[in-house]
């Protein structure tokens, strides 16, 4: 199957500094990006989704301002965490489908595990 | 609204041993669904699939049947091996031009030798 790499796959921080998390489709073109979150013993929250060249569309509840997502690329999005606070501290999951080859099939990253200190 | 339910885990079976994870879903319209395995350290890989009432998805010895009267779709394995322990997923894809997967808590599998 299609291969989705993150980078990093952990990061410690401290509060109120910015982390960068690199989502990207090594052997396809990913049309749309999904951003999940999921906390222990939760299922994955889907955040935002993110068409390349286009601006993502964020899920009910989620700070756009906070979480920035740019996907300009057809094989790379990133996921921008602002000023980061403990309560931001999770796994962020990122998914990857070319919508124009493969209808409904995402592909999934191994995550990021954030810790904010 | 729509969502999915599974069974809590941990699930500890012995190998060799019958294996059902329990899911349910709500949903509007006709959904697809998924189930998804995600083994120590990876990332979420699709097990199988079943886009519409009466499909049965099939992979590596699991099995499932999408059960519209029930809205059920659970996982099952006639004998599990060490190797599948994981923790596996169950998730509806709502149909249209949406492509928004809802997920299940997901359900810890451990197999004991």
Same mark, same amino acid.
């Given at each position: 199957?299609?291969?989705?790499?993150?980078?990093?796959?952990?990061?410690?921080?401290?509060?109120?500094?910015?982390?960068?998390?690199?989502?990207? /489709? +090594?052997?396809?073109? #990913? !049309?749309?990006?999904?951003?999940?979150?999921?906390?222990?013993? @939760? /299922? +994955?929250?889907?955040? #935002? !989704?993110?068409?390349?060249?286009?601006?993502?569309?964020?899920? @009910?509840?989620?700070?756009?301002?906070?979480?920035?997502?740019?996907?300009?690329?057809?094989?790379?999005?990133?996921?921008?965490?602002?000023?980061?606070?403990?309560?931001?501290?999770?796994?962020?999951?990122?998914?990857?489908?070319?919508?124009?080859?493969?209808?409904?099939?995402?592909?999934?990253?191994?995550?990021?595990?954030?810790?904010?200190? | 609204?729509?969502?999915?339910?599974?069974?809590?885990?941990?699930?500890?079976?012995?190998?060799?041993?019958?294996?059902?994870?329990?899911?349910?879903?709500?949903?509007?319209?006709?959904?697809?669904?998924?189930?998804?395995?995600?083994?120590?350290?990876?990332?979420?890989?699709?097990?199988?699939?079943?886009?519409?009432?009466?499909?049965?998805?099939?992979?590596?010895?699991?099995?499932?049947?999408?059960?519209?009267?029930?809205?059920?779709?659970?996982?099952?394995?006639?004998?599990?091996?060490?190797?599948?322990?994981?923790?596996?997923?169950?998730?509806?894809?709502?149909?249209?031009?949406?492509?928004?997967?809802?997920?299940?808590?997901?359900?810890?599998?451990?197999?004991?030798?």
């Amino acid at each position: 199957g299609a291969v989705v790499s993150q980078h990093p796959s952990w990061v410690i921080c401290k509060s109120g500094t910015s982390v960068k998390i690199e989502c990207r /489709s +090594l052997d396809f073109q #990913a !049309t749309t990006m999904f951003w999940y979150r999921q906390f222990p013993k @939760q /299922s +994955l929250m889907l955040m #935002a !989704t993110s068409n390349e060249g286009s601006k993502a569309t964020y899920e @009910q509840g989620v700070e756009k301002d906070k979480f920035l997502i740019n996907h300009a690329s057809l094989t790379l999005s990133t996921l921008t965490v602002t000023s980061a606070h403990p309560e931001d501290s999770s796994f962020y999951i990122c998914s990857a489908g070319d919508y124009l080859s493969s209808y409904n099939e995402q592909f999934f990253g191994p995550g990021t595990r954030l810790t904010v200190l | 609204g729509n969502s999915v339910t599974q069974m809590e885990g941990p699930v500890t079976l012995s190998e060799e041993a019958f294996l059902t994870i329990n899911c349910t879903y709500t949903a509007t319209g006709y959904p697809s669904l998924f189930w998804y395995v995600q083994y120590p350290g990876e990332g979420l890989q699709l097990l199988l699939k079943a886009t519409k009432a009466d499909d049965k998805g099939s992979n590596k010895g699991f099995e499932a049947t999408y059960r519209k009267e029930t809205t059920s779709f659970h996982l099952e394995k006639g004998s599990v091996q060490v190797s599948d322990s994981a923790v596996y997923f169950c998730a509806l894809l709502l149909g249209g031009a949406t492509n928004k997967l809802i997920f299940g808590t997901g359900t810890l599998l451990a197999v004991q030798p």
